[in-house]
C-alpha cells in the first residue's frame, strides 16, 4: 500500500514529464532488466546487457567449441585485451594504445601504484584518501612496505596544501574522483594539476566513474588510471578491471608483475624478459577470454551514447532522487550526505539512517535494489543508461512506506555487509 502525500502528486508529474523529454530512454531497452526490479545497484554491480548472452554463446560454442585453440589468432583473442582496453579508452578520453583491459581492479591498482612510485624513484610518500576503497589503501600500504615509501593519508580537499609544504617528496598522488560512500565527487581537473606543480604523478581509480560522466584522462594530463568493468561497464561480476598509462610514461614503464604475455615476443618463449612496446607490456598472463569477451559486448550499450548526455541525465536523476529525500523522507528521520551543489555529485544518491541494513533487505524485498554501506548509510545508484525518474520515485515512495508501515528489522547487521 502507498500512502498518498500531496507532495508526492506533484512528484509524479515531474518524474513523468522528465521520462517522457529524456533522449536516452530508448538505451534502457540495452539491458535485460527483470520486470519488477527497481535496479539501483547498478554501481555494485551492473545489469545484464541484452548484447552479452548471444555474444557468449558464440564464444562458447563457436570459437571455443568448434574452432579450439585457432580461436588464439582467428578469433582475435589475443588480441583482445588492447582491443577491450581501446574500447574503454573512448570512454575515459584516451587515445588508443594506452588502456589494457585485465585482472582485477586490485591487481591493477598494484600494478599502477608500484609503475608510478618506479617512475619517481627520488620521491619517498605515497599520498592517498583516508576515505579511499579499502583496496586501494591496503594496496597503498602494500606497496609502501615494499617499496620503503610511506603512506600519507590526505582527505582530497586538502591535497594543494599537503602539497605546498612536502609536495616535493610526492611520487604518486592515488585518488578516485567519487567517494563510494557519500557520491561526493572531487575536482580531478585541479587535483591533477596539483600533483603535476608538484611534479607528482596522479593516479586515478575510475570504478565509479568509468562509464558514469565524461571523463579526459588524455586532455587533463593523468599519468595513470585503472576501474572496474563490472559497475557502471555493466561487464558482468568478476568483469575484467582497467589500466591506462599515459602515452609518455611506457618507454621507462616497470610493472611489478612481467608476466609472459607483456613480452616484446611472448611465443619466443625467451629466457629473460624483454618487455613489450607501449601498454602492451602490462599485461600479464592469459586473459579470461570468456569474461573479457563478455565485457567487450556490454561496452556496445554505449555504442552511439554521448557521455555529456548520460552526465545530465544522471544529474536530473540524482537531483531528482535528492528532492524526493527531501520531500518523502527528511520528515522520517533520512539525511543525505550527497552534495546538492550538482558539480560536487557523482552518479549515486546516499542517504543516512540508523536502520539501515534493515532498510535495504526489507527494499529488496519491496522490488528496490539498493545497498548499505555500515553502519549507516543507504546507497541508491543510478545509470542514466537505464535508470529512470519513476524508478527513483518508487524507490523513495516505497522506503518511505517501510517506514511508515515499520516493515524492517531494525537491528544491524550480525556479519559485514557484502562488498
Ligand atoms: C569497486 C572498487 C574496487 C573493486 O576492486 P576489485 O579488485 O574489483 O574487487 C576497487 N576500488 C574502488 C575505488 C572501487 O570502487
Known amino acids: 500500500m502507498t500512502t498518498a502525500l500531496p507532495g508526492a502528486v506533484a512528484l509524479r508529474e515531474q518524474a513523468a514529464r522528465l521520462d517522457a523529454d529524456d533522449p536516452l530512454a530508448p538505451v534502457r531497452e540495452r539491458f535485460l532488466l527483470p520486470p519488477d526490479v527497481v535496479y539501483l545497484d547498478g554501481n555494485s554491480l551492473g545489469p545484464l546487457p541484452a548484447a552479452v548472452p548471444a555474444a557468449l554463446d558464440d564464444v562458447v560454442r563457436r570459437q571455443w567449441g568448434t574452432a579450439l585453440i585457432g580461436s588464439w589468432n582467428t578469433a582475435g583473442w589475443w588480441q583482445a585485451p588492447l582491443r577491450v582496453g581501446d574500447a574503454i579508452g573512448t570512454l575515459i578520453g584516451a587515445a588508443p594504445g594506452q588502456t589494457v583491459a585485465g585482472d582485477s581492479t586490485s591487481v591493477q591498482v598494484f600494478t599502477a601504484l608500484d609503475a608510478a612510485a618506479a617512475l619517481r624513484p627520488d620521491r619517498p610518500l605515497l599520498v592517498t584518501d583516508p576515505g579511499h576503497f579499502p583496496t586501494d589503501r591496503y594496496l597503498a600500504d602494500a606497496v609502501a612496505r615494499r617499496r620503503g615509501l610511506q603512506v600519507r593519508h590526505v582527505p582530497p580537499p586538502d591535497l594543494p596544501h599537503f602539497l605546498a609544504d612536502e609536495g616535493r617528496q610526492v611520487a604518486v598522488v592515488s585518488y578516485s574522483p567519487v567517494d563510494f560512500r557519500t557520491g561526493e565527487l572531487y575536482d580531478m581537473t585541479a587535483l591533477t594539476r596539483a600533483a603535476h606543480e608538484a611534479g607528482a604523478l596522479a593516479l586515478w581509480d575510475l570504478c565509479h566513474a568509468a562509464g558514469a560522466l565524461p571523463l579526459e584522462v588524455d586532455a587533463l594530463g593523468v599519468d595513470l588510471a585503472v576501474g572496474c568493468g563490472y559497475k557502471f561497464l ?88 535528492l528532492r524526493c529525500a527531501d520531500e518523502l523522507l527528511a520528515p522520517l528521520g533520512f539525511t543525505s550526505v550527497t552534495p546538492s551543489d550538482p558539480g560536487r555529485r557523482g552518479s549515486q544518491v546516499t542517504l543516512r539512517h540508523p536502520h539501515a541494513h534493515g532498510l535495504a533487505v526489507a527494499l529488496a524485498g519491496r522490488g528496490v535494489v539498493a545497498d548499505m554501506r555500515a553502519p549507516d548509510l543507504l546507497r541508491f545508484g543510478v545509470n542514466a543508461l537505464f535508470t529512470s525518474h519513476g524508478d527513483l520515485l518508487t524507490a523513495a515512495t516505497r522506503l518511505r512506506d517501510l517506514i511508515v508501515e515499520g516493515a524492517y528489522d531494525p537491528a544491524p547487521p550480525s556479519v559485514g555487509p557484502v562488498t
Open 234 to 321: 555493466s561487464g558482468g561480476p568478476g568483469a575484467p578491471a582497467f589500466l591506462y598509462v599515459a602515452q609518455r610514461h611506457h618507454a621507462a614503464l616497470e610493472t611489478p608483475l612481467p608476466g609472459w604475455t607483456g613480452h616484446a615476443d611472448p611465443f619466443a618463449l625467451a629466457r629473460d624478459y624483454t618487455p613489450a612496446p607501449g601498454i602492451a607490456r602490462a599485461r600479464i598472463g592469459t586473459p579470461p577470454i570468456l569474461s573479457l569477451l563478455a565485457l567487450e559486448a556490454a561496452l556496445t550499450a554505449f555504442d552511439g551514447v554521448d557521455l555529456h548526455q548520460v552526465r545530465a541525465k544522471s544529474l536530473s536523476l540524482t537531483g531528482f532522487l
